[in-house]
């Protein structure tokens, strides 16, 4: 039986980071484990050498690809992105990413693997024109073939896309294409900094719906500067009505990179009100009672399936269960067989090392085991549910026992149940859970910034 806070009997004093209820700067969401700051360059070389031995665990392989293009840079963008490059930046760029892959594809702990899934990302992956994206995916495909992958994701913004390049999609064999939509109303997305408007998210929907791609996700940021009550619910009832296979919703953050950032940091406010943390996590939770009562169901903290058997991402998913992840492009992220490494950040750091035939490897870090562990209990718990199990067959750690204290606390909070099998959170615990995740870092990665 769950056990639930009146049968907590142990419980210790945790704080959070980030206790506060105004939208300060600073990440909010944790994509990885350990930070990205405690990832070095000395730690590089150990990349080049899983890649050149055989594979010592059997995992899934996925490749991700980073398009940072973009129409124009949104206020609240976070991401490596350019909006300054010309066709023959562009043409280098995707000409150097192929060389990433095809020396990844030559490398002993690769070349006889054969990928699992494929993400495109960005930046904006819909910005490549139609040729450009013939040319490039079909370049791809004979490095690293896809026909057998179980899933293709291709990110596209709506004002991009004309019929002609969707077409050209759905040849190559993109499976799921992800929509950012993130409001339908033009005078927030013109505030925020978004490219396009409501009328471009509708005319591309009408042609992803004529040329039936497999899986169809939408993307809604809930708290965009200016964002109202009144305005979330036509939000949501607007991506009720188009039927998407998912939907994913983020809540709206302020990184310290972001422009609104540097308004905040100049002193200046905002031109339209931003919401405070449980006003957003209120609207989510809106959000995923509409969902749920319009037949989704709850797939993430972030995340609704119309039919989560015939819905999957098995992007996420296998990831989130310790999968390789082949990271290219500008300051893409990968995992190889316990390593975590990211490439160069700027432009000419990443190019240069390619013009010379080398991987653009920047920082890396050395998982030790139980890291591994937590890293995955920390990445599935986003789904609202772990199971102790599997952590106790892969890993041989029995995380219930470990983390004892912190079970009892998040249940008598009111954030999760669980009993010697599994660990469920509760819906409060399941809209802020980037927030509570910290509490199960290592002690020496709890003090800095999840960047
Ligand atoms: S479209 Fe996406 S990647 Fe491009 S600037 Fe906006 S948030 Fe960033």
Known sequence: MLRDSSTAAVSKKISLAGDQEKTGLGNYFIANYPPFSFWTPQCVEAVHAVLSRSPQHASPLGLYVHIPFCRKRCKFCYFRVYTDKNARDIEEYLQRVLVEVSIYSSQAAIRDRSLDFVYFGGGTPSYLSARQLRDFLGALKRFMPWEQVKEVTFECEPGTLQRQKLEVLRELGITRLSLGV???????????????????????????????????????????????WENWRECIRQTIALNP?????YQMELPYNTEYAKTVRNGESLPLPLADWPTKRA??????DQLIAAGYEVSSGYTLVRDKKRVQFHYRDALWHGADLLGTGVASFG???GVHVQNFTEWDTYLQP?????????????CAPLELCLREFILQLKTGRVEFGYFLDKYGERLNLRFGEE??????QGFAQFDDKQL????????????????????QHRTHRYV
């Open 182 to 228: 993130e409001n339908f109303n033009d005078t927030i997305l013109e505030e925020n900094g978004r490219a396009h408007r409501s009328a471009e998210i509708f005319r591309a929907y009408q042609w992803i719906q004529e040329l039936a791609f497999p899986q169809v996700n939408i993307d809604l940021i809930a708290g965009m500067v200016g964002e109202t």
């Open 245 to 249: 296979d998912s939907v994913t919703i």
């Open 283 to 288: 609207w989510v939770d809106y959000a995923f």
């Open 335 to 337: 995992h190889i067989q």
């Open 354 to 366: 390619l013009r010379e035939g080398r991987l653009p490897l920047y920082r890396a870090y050395v």
């Open 407 to 412: 079970l009892h606390w998040l249940s008598e």
């Open 424 to 443: 469920v959170l509760t819906r409060a615990g399941l809209l802020q859970v980037d927030r509570l995740l910290p509490i199960f870092f290592l002690p």
